[in-house]
């Protein structure tokens, strides 16, 4: 059950993360992602040293989706959860949204490349533009960090049916603080190399030293499981991997 303390404990820390880096959320995303859409996944693929495949099929291998269910893919950026979950299930009825209308055109032009249809939307997340209890299953990964997530979650919450399931996959600020400054270490290189063999734009140069802060400012695999047990989600699972760096989390919207 949603404890009262700790909702305002976490709205406390999601005005304090939002203060923090509203500027660049409001202010410079959008040129950042316009410019990393055309290499995105390559870049990922880099940077976790040819893991990041692997990451995505042990996220959606944690996904239970049946024929015909509603599936909303919330930040979908490329579309690759959204294409991983129609060859996992053909027939899903597969929605995207995303702020970035680049991200979405590469996403859109491969997903008909493989002659699939995903309904796109673009929008701000933090206010979904879809019914109340209308989708089976909405997923949510690598975009937490740029987010008030506690807002988003109730949203997924508010959109999923009673029952439906919400799958979150992000990187998670290690438990371990010596884990945590390792972690921080190595994106920090990543970020450089990457934007160098991709010759990333100014936009995407700048806010290297955003990223690392606001994984620092945001949730272990505890916190963040605790986060949704406050915003009312129920049955809530966690693994992580690689000592917490990265975590996989499934809730349910409780049975009315």
């Given amino acids: 059950m949603p404890n009262g303390e700790q909702v305002i404990a976490f709205n406390a820390r999601e005005d304090r993360r ?6 660049v959320w409001v202010e410079e995303l959008d040129d950042v992602f316009a410019d990393v859409a055309r290499y995105y996944d390559r870049a990922n693929y880099v940077a976790s040293l040819g893991l990041w495949n692997w990451f995505r099929k042990r996220f959606i291998s944690t996904i239970e989706v049946q024929s015909g269910q509603k599936a909303l893919d919330v930040c979908a950026g490329t579309n690759a959860i959204g294409i991983a979950l129609l060859k996992k299930q053909p027939d899903l009825q597969v929605h995207a949204m995303d702020r970035s209308k680049a991200m979405q055109a590469v996403g859109q032009d491969r997903a008909r490349k493989l002659g699939m249809h995903i309904d796109s939307t673009i929008g701000d997340v933090h206010t979904l533009p879809f019914p109340d209890n209308y989708f089976d299953v909405v997923t949510l990964q690598y975009a ?4 008030r997530i506690m807002d988003v979650a109730s949203e997924v919450r508010r959109v999923l049916k009673p ?3 919400f799958y979150h996959c992000d990187m998670l600020r290690p438990a371990n603080r010596f884990v945590e400054w390792s972690y921080y270490a190595y994106l920090r290189f990543c970020l450089n190399f990457t934007a160098m063999v991709f010759r990333s734009s100014t936009s995407a140069h700048g806010c290297k030293e955003y990223f690392i802060s606001a994984l620092r400012m945001f949730y272990s695999a505890d916190e963040f499981t605790q986060l949704l047990t406050d915003v009312g ?6 693994k992580t991997i ?3 760096m990265i975590g996989y989390h499934k809730a349910m919207k409780p049975l009315e």
């Fill in 242 to 244: 690689f000592s917490g």
């Fill in 163 to 165: 029952g439906g399931h």
């Fill in 18 to 23: 939002e203060q923090e880096f509203k500027q």
């Fill in 233 to 238: 989600f129920e049955e809530i699972s966690s």
């Fill in 144 to 147: 937490s960090r740029h987010l």
